[in-house]
């Protein structure tokens, strides 16, 4: 297209970054390139097709100058607009949306303090107080100029509360988690990214901290977490791993699918959807597929785990990487994808590496590629990093992103399973659903089905995190009650009285004490008006002032509303106002009023928003105020 | 499949291209052929830059090509063309290889190319002056319509070919017989019966041959053949080329009436100057647009203090001369238009307001107008006269390179502005810088230019002062100006007045010119 | 008739004509291929049967029965984005409420337009836009709000708002974004749906997201053709011609002394409908028709404002 670009030119390290990530330098003069005169200047080949074809390259390459330089400058949008054919307008738009790019010069050192509500209970206003006594205020430099801190909306991080992650751009940029983090630690490892002697890794895992159950020969869904430390291929196999997938092949599609049906999985990652009803979605589309050369099926893997008080993907990813591709390829078996993608929340910088190492094994022993174990199956995986935009875990909002466009929400229909990535049938499963994909297909869909209730089968991970003894992920059978999960980890830490719980994190509900034997299923929760959602157990004791909680929340969904709708970007602003009047003892009006205003407030944000966040961005403020009088 | 020939569309016919747009983003292919990489040739699948005036040797490789891969439409060819045997012998000529030499295109692009046109289901083959502003402009506009007849692009829905018009009526003046041979409705002048319908409704002789066109009446001029001129709406003296050929011309004229709306550089050689209002926006009428829309032009606010409506001039001026016409009223006018003009003959004002303007022809109140033509060829069996293939020569420039006149300047037009400016120079806009002309950023390293820098710009006729700017569509060798500024850059100072005869254009796209650095900036 | 430049192409054609002399005979009326049979789906609307065409929307069907849905960033000659959410209605089946505008019909929808759930949605999402951005000259929102009872002063005037100054950088458009709703009509119109030069996008996110050029450099450094398509769009006067703003400064600007005329622009071969908007005998703005198979409302700079030649005073002309 006639791109217009401003003055503004990319400097050599800008540029060796964009082409880097773009597999070389530009092919001719006109996408950035050294003039080749005699050709260039007789023909060129571009268009509209090839602009689209390549769109998806633009989060990858903005990532690629973001790591590499510390922030995005004009120059570099602008080399990236040419190179990719994309106006430099919408590069600006897309640059703009994600909270880990900084489109203004920043030291190359940031180190990102959660003060989320899971880390609040754990220090986290402690910790940012004394690191601006030490560091001097957040999001200016210090350290010399080389760095900075700034706080951060939940890291997932919330079985180590309180959590900060460092980053540091250069050529070899680097991630490092530091949970629990203490001020001693952040302002020594400040320095030392400053001065470049970071470590290596960007995290451990450690079970024994993660996952308090680890060794139990109860356990599933973690059964190999921990217990295949440096993942690898040949250990995960030794593990039972891939099993399941030689089954699957034996079962063929449609034995697959009605081992799932028999399973009646539900999705783990919030909406509890019917997996086998997505992949026999695509299934059933599977004439036209073969019918139509230009037609796709996709297959993503949800791992944009954002939810405030969500840890349980992370660690899957970490300690059980190819469970996640299993899963994945069974599915890709039942649904006719080709292509993978997994898409990773930003700030999981230890999930990432083991993802990239399991997918280049699993393609090295022949487990993804062209022909998977010679049985005729392709299917290969792409890893997508998100950039910090808890949006991106919306599926639709996941395609925008993927895509190379803003992660805004689509309006549905048309359904993901008939229009979704790049247009194209596509399915979207929780890393969670994905690894009971193989447990699934190797016990059979009816034995699994046996686990738990009868409209909420399987194993369940948990969340616990907050004022609880051993924060952690727990597996439990669903139907597990409240009670005895506490009792799993060793019940309330803080003051040890228990004040409330919070299911399902900042979009979830918050139960009360008295609430406590609730049966831990999808009905279960739902009957006493609450969520399971993305499996977040929250506990917070009396000492806990719940309206900063509730102030922490609604902060949290206005830095991460895309803006897109009115009832949720404005909804999510005059919610945090009335609640800041609330809390503040100086309603306009009485205080019913505000409290009216709220609930007409969170009633058109369900009704009306576009999509999940917007319709659940006040559940929690709602499910208080209809159990406490929090504001008496 | 969507081919723009010497046509930068994006910027001279905005809306057109919102639709090829619209054609783009639903699957459609866009080729463009144009010298200079324009913003148009960025929106397309592949941008061929040939040399400018090289489309002949283009258009009939990409013949040959399409004949030797057996990707003609016979059927079509047989049904209802003629002289397709002697076509396809004389374009055996131009090989590949060789059109590759001589246009500069690589050859695996002008087989693309044709391969496209030919294998498309559809395929619109547009063009704008590129094509016609040249010396042999019919030859150019005759190659084109070969493809067309070649491939059977043509009188189908989806499939045609069309010259984009540059003003909103230019099509319309044709429609009306303001060219040499024709009376309105293309009823050709030396048809007696013809000629004599309109000279039974008008009451008066017409001449029964035909008349000379703009550059034959210069030439008439010089043989003081021609000495008064009635100039309406045109500014010869700033647009035509060899500017100072003309304006010698038009000062030697013994008496001059102009009529417009501006005191332009022909009216100030005028005897005699009619101040008239603005077609668009102060008067009532039709014009005609590329696609033969007929639509309504209505005054929307009051002329000003002495000025008066066309038709009004022409009405008092025939009463002046002993005729009276009666009412000079628009919608009358256009009512015996329509008596004596078949193709205009369903029209009425009502039909055109209820429409939204009509596609000519439209025989009857009954006819739904045409939205595209020809489609008799694929009539079976054919009606009217086959449609004739036309063997056409590769002609050079006649402003030829050589080193004391190394580069090529061509000639177009911008986004925001138009012609000689007398209109657009009045809209404030930002885009807008001093006419500069534009070169490659190879050649301005070549002759060491900054962009800003004046430059000296001469041609065989004349010498102009511009400053630089860099273009990088532009390939070494190769120039571009415009004539929005004659009176910062007289563009058409440098300008060849070398005119094709049977469409008395010039060959504004083709003039042979060098670049010095002043020494003085 | 003006021509400032000779008209080849056309001659051409007729020299090329077999027999010049001869007129070409009449073939048969060109007819485009039949449009795809669309199947009629009946749905019920309040209570009321209609049947619209299969692919119809909501707000097609419900105005087909008259009944009349707010809408504020839907137009007929853009892309559906659904996102200011004034046109949602209740839709039986649904947990949550839809749009009208893009929501296509299905067989044996039920749909209630003015249940009370519907009211308060639409109530609230005025409300929010009209506490947060300065309506005062977006012509729908008066009647909106009245019919919806909604009383944005009731967020008090501490509301955040999207309030900034006002962008005024070139002769021909004035953009003031606290008047903007984020409907995302410029955006389109720049775009895809319509100029195609993507000059603007949303930036930023959330509450403080808004319509922005590349690195929000001023319109003449951007890639702004200043076509007007996107003030063509504006439902709010956030984007305004300078003619109008300047008159509305003035004081001088008023529409009941205006007269609208629908003519053709006289800059190329295109065609395109020009509705030209006098007052006092001169011309304020011009706009295009949405409805004309031409321009679809759509112009380039010349179009939209290269009018002021006519007007011009004879001195200045004859300089």
Redesign the interface.
């Known amino acids: 297209?006639?791109?217009?670009l401003?003055g503004?030119r990319p400097t050599p390290e800008e540029k060796a970054a964009v082409d880097f990530e773009l597999g070389g330098a530009p092919e001719s003069v006109w996408q950035g390139g050294a003039p080749d005169v005699e050709a260039d200047t007789r023909s060129a080949n571009g268009g509209n097709q090839k602009a689209e074809s390549q769109r998806h390259l633009l989060l990858p390459v903005l990532h690629a100058i973001q790591n590499r330089i510390g922030w995005i400058s004009?120059g570099a949008?602008?080399y990236t607009?040419l190179r990719l054919d994309v106006?430099?307008?919408?590069?600006?738009?897309v640059a703009?949306?994600y909270?880990m790019f900084s489109?203004q010069p920043r030291p190359a050192v940031v180190a990102h303090v959660c003060d989320d509500i899971a880390c609040m209970t754990r220090g986290s206003e402690e910790l940012c107080d004394r690191l601006d006594t030490r560091l001097g205020p957040e999001n200016l430099p210090c350290a010399g100029g080389r760095a900075m801190w700034m706080r951060s909306n939940c890291l997932g991080l919330c079985e180590r509360a309180p959590a900060v992650l460092v980053v540091k751009a250069g050529q070899k940029p680097q991630q490092r988690v530091l949970a629990p983090a203490t001020t001693d630690r952040v302002q020594s490892m400040i320095n030392d990214a400053a001065n470049d002697v970071m470590p290596a890794a960007p995290d451990v895992l450690n079970p024994q901290l993660s996952v308090p159950q680890e060794g139990s020969p109860k356990l599933v869904l973690l059964r190999r977490v921990g217990k295949n430390n440096a993942p690898e291929l040949d250990g995960y196999q030794r593990l039972g791993g891939y099993e399941a997938l030689h089954k699957a092949f034996d079962l063929g599609p449609e034995g697959v699918l009605r081992e799932m049906n028999a399973s009646k999985l539900l999705g783990r990652g919030g909406a509890a959807f019917p997996a086998a009803k997505k992949w026999e979605a695509l299934h059933m589309q599977r004439d036209l597929l073969k019918a139509n050369p230009g037609r796709k099926h996709y297959l993503i893997c949800n791992a944009d785990e954002s939810e405030p008080g969500t840890f349980k993907d992370r660690i899957v990813m970490e300690g059980d990487p190819f469970a996640v591709l299993e899963g994945m390829t069974i599915a890709a078996l039942a649904t006719g994808a080709e292509r993978g993608y997994i898409y990773l929340r930003g700030e999981y910088p230890l999930a990432g590496q083991r993802l990239a190492a399991a997918i280049e094994a699993a393609r090295w022993e022949g487990f993804l590629g062209q022909n998977i174990l010679g049985s005729g199956l392709r299917f290969d995986i792409e890893l997508r990093r998100g950039a910090g935009?808890y949006i991106c875990g919306e599926e639709t909002a996941l395609f925008n992103s993927i895509e190379g466009h803003?992660g805004e929400p689509r309006?549905k229909?048309p359904f993901p399973t008939q229009a979704g990535l790049f247009r194209q049938p596509t399915v979207v499963n929780n890393v969670e659903t994905l690894i009971n994909v193989p447990l699934i297909i190797n016990q059979g869909g009816a034995a699994y089905a046996r686990i738990g209730t009868d409209s909420s089968t399987g194993p369940r991970l948990f969340c616990l995190c907050g004022h609880v003894d051993r924060p952690g992920i727990y597996e439990a059978p669903m139907g597990t009650t409240l009670r005895q999960l506490l009792t799993m980890a060793g019940g309330v830490a803080g003051t040890g009285r228990l004040q409330a719980i919070l299911l399902g994190g900042a979009a979830g509900t918050f139960v009360s004490p008295k609430e406590i034997d609730v049966p831990l299923t999808f009905e279960g929760t739902r009957a006493i008006g609450a969520t399971l959602g993305s499996g977040v157990v929250m506990l917070l004791d009396d000492s806990i002032d719940l309206k900063r909680i509730l102030l922490r929340i609604a902060a949290f969904f206005?830095?991460?509303?895309?803006?897109?709708?009115?009832?949720c970007?404005?909804?999510?602003?005059?919610q945090q106002?009335a609640l800041l009047?609330l809390v503040d003892n100086r309603p306009?009006g009485s205080k019913a009023d505000e409290l009216v205003?709220l609930k007409?407030?969170a009633?058109?944000m369900?009704?009306?928003?576009?999509c999940g966040l917007g319709?659940t961005a006040a559940s929690a403020l709602e499910s208080a105020l209809q159990r406490w009088n929090v504001f008496a | 499949m969507i081919l723009l020939w010497g046509s930068n569309a994006r910027e001279?016919?905005?809306?057109?291209f919102?639709h090829v747009?619209k054609g783009i983003?639903n699957g459609a292919k866009l080729y463009v052929i144009d010298p200079r990489r324009t913003s148009s040739a960025q929106w397309a699948d592949t941008w061929l830059g040939l040399d400018v005036g090289s489309d002949i040797y283009l258009a009939n490789a990409m013949a040959r090509e399409i004949i030797n891969s057996g990707l003609e439409n016979t059927k079509f060819i047989e049904h209802a063309t003629s002289g397709f045997e002697a076509y396809r012998e004389h374009v055996q000529k131009f090989t590949l290889e060789r059109a590759e030499c001589e246009t500069g295109v690589p050859a695996a692009a002008i087989k693309q190319v044709a391969h496209a046109y030919a294998g498309a289901g559809r395929a619109q083959l547009c063009?704008t002056l590129g094509?016609?502003?040249h010396h042999n402009?019919?030859d150019n506009?005759?190659a084109l319509?070969n493809l067309a007849l070649l491939t059977g692009h043509v009188?189908r829905?989806g499939s045609g070919v069309c010259?984009?018009?540059?003003?909103?009526?230019?099509?319309?003046?044709?429609d009306?017989g303001?060219?040499?041979?024709?009376l309105p409705g293309?009823?050709?002048v030396?048809?007696d019966e013809?000629r004599g319908k309109f000279e039974k409704a008008w009451g008066t002789k017409i001449p029964a041959t035909k008349g000379w066109?703009?550059?034959h009446m210069l030439d008439a001029m010089e043989r003081r053949e021609l000495t008064t001129l009635y100039c309406?709406?045109?500014?010869p003296a700033d647009?035509e080329a060899d500017r100072h050929r003309a304006l010698k011309l038009l000062s030697g004229l013994e008496f001059m009436v102009v009529q417009d709306?501006?005191?332009t550089k022909t009216a100030e050689l005028a005897d005699v100057v009619l101040?008239a209002s603005?077609?668009?926006?102060?008067s009532e009428g039709t014009?005609?647009?590329?696609?033969r829309?007929v639509?309504?032009?209505?005054?929307?606010?009051?002329m000003?203090t002495?000025v008066r409506d066309?038709t009004e001039i022409i009405f008092d001026l025939a009463r002046r001369l002993g005729h009276n016409w009666g009412e000079p009223k628009a919608e009358c006018i256009w009512n015996e238009l329509r008596s004596l003009s078949?193709m205009n003959a369903g029209m009425s004002y009502a039909r055109l307001e209820e429409h939204?303007?009509m596609q000519w022809?439209c025989?009857d109140e009954q006819?739904?107008g045409?939205?595209?033509l020809?489609?008799?060829?694929w009539?079976d069996p054919l009606?009217?006269?086959?449609?004739?293939f036309?063997v056409v020569e590769s002609v050079d420039p006649v402003d030829a390179l050589d080193p004391q006149f190394p580069i090529r300047l061509t000639t177009g037009r911008r986004?925001?502005?138009?012609?000689?400016g007398?209109?657009?120079?009045?809209?404030?806009?930002?885009?807008r810088h001093e006419e500069a002309i534009d070169l490659s950023p190879a050649d301005c390293r070549q002759y060491n230019l900054h962009e800003g820098d004046k430059v000296r710009v001469t041609s065989r006729r004349g010498s102009v002062v511009a400053p630089v700017r860099f273009d990088s569509g532009l390939r070494p060798g190769l120039a571009f100006l415009t004539m929005h500024f004659p009176d910062q850059v007289a563009t058409n100072d440098l300008t060849i007045d070398a005119v094709?005869p049977?469409?008395?254009?010039s060959e504004f796209k083709a003039t042979a010119i060098r670049i010095e650095k002043c020494l003085e900036q | 008739?003006?021509?400032?430049?000779?008209?080849?192409?056309?001659?051409?054609?007729?020299?090329?004509a077999?027999?010049?002399?001869?007129?070409?005979?009449?073939?048969?009326?060109?007819?485009?291929?039949p449009p795809r049979e669309r199947r009629m789906i009946g749905i019920t609307i309040d209570g009321q049967p209609v049947s619209v065409p299969e692919g119809s929307t909501i707000l097609e069907a419900a105005r087909k029965i008259g009944i009349d849905t707010p809408t504020l960033c839907f137009l007929e000659s853009l892309t559906p984005v659904?996102?200011?959410?004034?046109c949602?209605v209740e839709m039986e089946g649904s947990r949550?409420?839809v749009?009208a505008c893009?929501?296509?019909v299905e067989p044996k929808m039920a749909i209630k337009t003015d249940s009370e759930?519907v009211r308060?949605?639409r109530?609230?999402?005025l409300e929010?836009?009209a506490?947060?951005v300065d309506v005062s000259t977006a012509p729908q929102f008066a009647g909106y709000m009245e019919r919806y009872d909604a009383k944005p002063e009731?967020?008090?005037r501490?509301?955040?708002t999207v309030e900034q100054p006002i962008k005024i950088d070139?002769?021909?458009y004035v953009r003031d974004y606290s008047k903007c709703?984020?409907c995302y009509k410029c955006v389109e119109a720049c775009g895809?749906d319509?100029?195609?030069?993507?000059?603007?996008?949303?930036?930023?996110?959330?509450?403080?997201?808004s319509i922005?050029?590349?690195?929000q450099?001023p319109?003449?450094?951007?890639?702004?053709?200043?076509?007007g398509n996107c003030i063509g769009v504006c439902p709010t006067g956030a984007l305004m011609f300078k003619s109008e703003y300047d008159m509305r400064h003035a004081g001088t600007w008023d529409e009941s002394r205006q007269?609208q005329?629908?003519?053709?622009?006289?800059?190329?071969?295109?065609?395109?409908?020009?509705t030209?908007h006098?007052q006092d005998?001169?011309?304020v703005k011009v706009t295009s028709p949405l409805d004309?198979?031409?321009?679809?409302g759509?112009?380039?700079?010349?179009?939209r404002?290269?009018?002021?030649?006519?007007?011009?005073e004879?001195a200045e002309?004859?300089e």
């Open positions: 297209m006639d791109l217009h401003t503004d004009p949008m602008n607009a106006p430099p307008a919408e590069v600006y738009g703009s949306f909270g489109l935009a803003r309006n229909p206005r830095h991460e509303t895309c803006g897109q709708c009115v009832p970007r404005v909804g999510v602003v005059r106002e009047r306009m205003m007409e407030m009633q058109a369900r009704d009306a928003s576009i319709q | 001279t016919h905005p809306i057109f919102h747009l983003h063009w094509i016609t502003e402009a019919v506009v005759v319509i009188g829905y010259p984009l018009r540059g003003q909103n009526n230019v099509q319309g003046g044709g009306m303001a060219i040499p041979d024709r293309f009823q050709h030396e048809n013809l066109h703009i550059s309406l709406g045109e500014n647009s709306l501006f005191y101040p603005a077609g668009w926006c102060e014009v005609t647009s590329s696609e829309r639509q309504r032009v209505r005054a929307a606010v009051p000003p002495g066309d078949p939204g303007g022809p025989y006819h739904p045409e939205m595209f020809h489609g008799r060829l009539h009606i009217g006269p086959r449609a004739p036309s986004l925001d502005s138009y012609n000689t007398v209109q657009s120079g009045w809209l404030n806009s930002p885009l094709d049977r469409s008395g254009t | 008739m003006k021509q400032t430049m000779p008209a080849p192409s056309q001659a051409a054609e007729q020299e090329l077999p027999t010049p002399l001869q007129p070409i005979p009449p073939g048969p009326v060109p007819q485009a291929p659904n996102v200011c959410r004034v949602v949550t409420l749009p893009s929501r296509k759930r308060l949605s109530k609230m999402v929010f836009l506490s947060s009731r967020f008090g501490n509301a955040d070139n002769d021909l709703i984020l895809v319509a100029q195609n030069t993507f000059a603007i996008a949303v930036s930023g996110r959330g509450f403080s997201a922005a050029t590349e690195f450099v319109l003449p450094d951007s890639a702004c053709v200043y076509c007269q005329t629908t003519t053709i622009c006289p800059y190329c071969g295109v065609g395109c409908n020009l030209v006098e005998g001169e011309i004309h198979s031409v321009t679809h759509n112009l380039c700079i010349k179009g404002f290269g009018w002021q030649f006519v007007q011009i004879p002309k004859q």
